[in-house]
T-cell receptor, first 111, second 113 residues
Framework: AQTVTQSQPEMSVQEAETVTLSCTYDTSESDYYLFWYKQPPSRQMILVIRQEAYKQQNATENRFSVNFQKAAKSFSLKISDSQLGDAAMYFCAYRPGKLVFGQGTRLTINP | DTEVTQTPKHLVMGMTNKKSLKCEQHMGHRAMYWYKQKAKKPPELMFVYSYEKLSINESVPSRFSPECPNSSLLNLHLHALQPEDSALYLC????????????FGEGSRLTVL
């Protein structure tokens, strides 16, 4: 069975600092997608970044970047220059087929 | 602006009521999804439609009845719900059933009294 594990239920960071959220997954597939979604209190699930497994280069989106280690089945998210608006629940997710979510990491930004 | 629109945003219903949640997308996506999310938990998949046909039903109780009238619309009909069905119901769409990311709506917050 495909599983996604986020080992940090909660994290906090000072505004303007850098924080890394961890995610590991288990799969026997060789081709798949990995995502980080953000869900602020407004509740809409927003895509932060995506990574195709066949791409060796780590994805980046402005202040967000990932460290994708396919052999280790690890997919961490780094947020640089943290801003108050980054405060949210962050979910790591895997597909093809069903989108399998991790349990989430609640990120707090301290001013 | 969200490209997946859900109505209503909030719904309160009694256990004997019949109501519906609606979802619409205009991105030309061929797969649409219903998820249920309890507080502080990840979303749980309920149903998946691909090309307007039901592809996945995650053993959801029959008091939830999905419907896909066309490629842009997805409904979730609710009847005889239980208080434990109170949750945030999220609709999502994707280009295909096995590829790409899911785009989510803002959700419908359901309270069953």
């Amino acid at each position: 069975a495909q599983t996604v594990t986020q080992s940090q239920p909660e994290m906090s960071v000072q505004e303007a600092e850098t924080v890394t959220l961890s995610c590991t997954y288990d799969t026997s597939e060789s081709d798949y997608y990995l995502f980080w979604y953000k869900q602020p209190p407004s509740r809409q699930m927003i895509l932060v970044i995506r990574q195709e497994a066949y791409k060796q280069q780590n994805a980046t989106e402005n202040r967000f970047s990932v460290n994708f280690q396919k052999a280790a089945k690890s997919f961490s998210l780094k947020i640089s220059d943290s801003q108050l608006g980054d405060a949210a629940m962050y979910f790591c997710a895997y597909r093809p087929g069903k989108l399998v979510f991790g349990q989430g990491t609640r990120l707090t930004i301290n001013p | 602006d969200t490209e997946v629109t859900q109505t209503p945003k909030h719904l309160v219903m009694g256990m004997t009521n019949k109501k519906s949640l609606k979802c619409e997308q205009h991105m030309g996506h061929r797969a649409m999804y219903w998820y249920k999310q309890k507080a502080k938990k990840p979303p749980e998949l309920m149903f998946v439609y691909s090309y307007e046909k039901l592809s996945i039903n995650e053993s959801v109780p029959s008091r939830f009845s999905p419907e896909c009238p066309n490629s842009s619309l997805l409904n979730l009909h609710l009847h005889a719900l239980q208080p434990e069905d109170s949750a945030l119901y999220l609709c999502a769409s994707s280009q295909g059933l096995y590829t790409g990311e899911l785009f989510f709506g803002e959700g419908s917050r359901l309270t069953v009294l």
